[in-house]
């Protein structure tokens, strides 16, 4: 009888003692950041590297990202969409959001540099090196983002505009959403060439660079970014983005330049 009693205590102390580690691990969880952050499209592979990296030392914190273009993550923003970090490909959509009051004050930081490439298909023979040729009659189609939202299409028209190029190849061109739907058009040879970052086209073994935008022909291509005033993880946010400052190394060997 007495070991009976000694039997069942012990299977109800084991069964209380599971209870509890279960409730534990489920109030751990629970306890885990979410932090949203809100990248420019040419961030998506250097962004998924890093936060493994992050992750790794921060258990506590899941990042979960929005890639899109700047413009349309700008307008995401504005209008209530949920984030808490945002890093944009220029510092026009950063600016718009700081004016409306909608940066935490003193988060921003301008991050990394890129540059701007004219791209074609890897196999390409048409001979294009030089973008004064993209107003040739021999180039049909020119690949760009939409200038209206997507920072890589804003300078790509700059470097047109400079050139004198403007009126000649928009007549022509077909407008992505983002730089990565640009690179994709002249991957798959949809678009004969098109105008990327430098490490979009580093990216990818399905394209070769036909030429670099001049020099002085656009301003310099800077990515800002900052913590969101209505994010709940004020502090997490602030950490994640003092961690992307101090990774030059992961930036540096996906082609960025590093502030």
């Known amino acids: 009888m007495l070991m009976r009693k000694f039997l069942v205590g012990l299977l109800c102390g084991l069964c209380l003692l599971g209870a509890g580690c279960a409730g534990t691990e489920k109030k751990s969880a629970a306890d885990k950041v979410e932090l949203h952050v809100a990248a ?48 944009s490909a220029a510092a026009g959509q950063m600016d718009r959001l700081e004016q409306a009051g909608l940066l935490l004050a003193g988060s921003r930081r301008d991050l990394l540099e890129n540059e701007l490439v004219l791209i074609v298909p890897r196999q390409d023979t048409s001979g294009l090196a030089d973008f004064t040729q993209l107003a040739d009659k021999s180039v049909p189609q020119v690949a760009l983002g939409e200038p209206r939202s997507v920072p890589v299409g804003q300078y790509a028209e700059e470097v047109l505009r400079n050139l004198g190029l403007w009126e ?92």
């Open 40 to 87: 420019a499209a040419s961030l998506t592979d250097v962004l998924q590297e890093t936060a493994a990296a992050y992750e790794a030392e921060h258990p506590q914190v899941k990042l979960v990202f929005n890639f899109g273009s700047s413009g349309a993550l700008q307008q995401a923003i504005e209008n209530g969409g949920q984030a808490d970090v945002f890093l």
């Open 168 to 259: 000649q190849v928009q007549g022509k061109a077909i407008f992505g959403t983002d730089v990565r739907q640009v690179l994709a058009w002249v991957e798959s040879g949809n678009a004969g060439c098109g105008i990327v970052y430098a490490t979009d086209a580093a990216h990818s073994d399905k394209v070769q660079v036909a030429a670099k935008a001049p020099a002085g022909s656009h301003k310099p291509i800077v990515y800002p970014a900052a913590v969101l005033q209505e994010s709940r993880h004020k502090q997490e946010a602030q950490a994640f983005l003092a961690y992307l400052a101090q990774r030059r190394d992961i930036f540096t060997r996906y082609g960025f330049g590093v502030k």
